[in-house]
């Protein structure tokens, strides 16, 4: 089955913009997970979303804002653009029952804001 | 909350040889323990778990860690590795029975020299 797809995989901004970055999990999951990934933070938490409703939140300011459709496809957003906000955003899915503790990531999308 | 360390950010190893990617952990509560793999412009991985149980774990590909709860440990260790090996690979925790938010480690470059 089709692994998880993130779009679009590469992308530059300047500062002041906005971005949005989408999600399609694997079928059937319902949890979608992002996460930030630099060279000097390494892999940080975003936010988790569950059956449209964020279920945990990470660190960031309000300008990371994320939302989750019926069909548990994700968005990500991020407003006003700072330089430091060049990563690589990395979506994960898990399956809906019991927790299995394995997350599955897609390839990432790589924002690179100038 | 949790943290984790990984001690070492980059381990250069000759091919056939053993390799252990060293991995420590803090949290006041239960933890569910993880290793990720990532390679090159690719997402993570789950390379292999701890939820309960046998405190050692193996993957398919000859891996295998082991989980010290009273040295807050869960190193990485290989007997043999391969050139397909080399990657950055990612200990992560989680809070057991919430296994959706990671806390990542700063990650262990690998690299498997011929």
Known sequence: KAGVTQTPRYLIKTRGQQVTLSCSPISGHRSVSWYQQTPGQGLQFLFEYFSETQRNKGNFPGRFSGRQFSNSRSEMNVSTLELGDSALYLCASSHPTGDTGELFFGEGSRLTVL | ?114
């Open chain 2, 1 to 114: 909350a949790q943290s984790v360390t990984q001690l070492d950010s980059q381990v250069p190893v000759f091919e056939e040889a053993p390799v252990e990617l060293r991995c420590n952990y803090s949290s006041s509560v239960s933890v569910y323990l993880f290793w990720y793999v990532q390679y090159p412009n690719q997402g993570l991985q789950l390379l292999l778990k701890y939820l309960s149980g046998s405190t050692l774990v193996e993957s398919i590909n000859g891996f295998e860690a082991e989980f010290n709860k009273s040295q807050t440990s869960f190193h990485l260790r290989k007997p043999s590795v391969h050139i397909s090996d080399t990657a950055e690979y990612f200990c992560a925790v989680s809070e057991a029975g919430s296994a959706r938010q990671l806390t990542f480690g700063s990650g262990t470059q690998l690299t498997v020299l011929p």
